[in-house]
């Protein structure tokens, strides 16, 4: 089974990423095949480099093939990424100052790059 996670409520990325889901996609016994994970409000923090937990995920993410995408919204607000609010979801806002392989966008974008290996389920946290 595939499924992508959505990380929107409050110390999602903190909390449940932090301490369940990434423990387990370090040792091999998480139960389904993550293909992407979106990251929206301050859960992007968790992404900033130089983060453990982001550097870990990162390093999960580059081995399994996991999208590691941050709303580009929530990023220009953060000062996380580069472009202009009324570029948001048009793919032309890029992550800045995050972990390796992190990508800015909104939902468009999210769609596109799950196209190719779409989950099965979609979870919010």
Known sequence: ??????FATNNAATFKLATMILPQLEAGNHGA??????????????????DPVGERLARVAEEKGILLMVCDQCALRRNLAEGTPESCGTGAVTAKGLVKGVVAGCFPQLYGALAGSPPDHVITL
Do not use: W
């Open 1 to 6: 089974m595939k499924v992508a996670y959505v």
């Open 33 to 50: 095949d993550v293909v992407g994970m979106m990251f929206f409000d301050d859960n992007i923090f968790s992404l900033r480099q130089g």
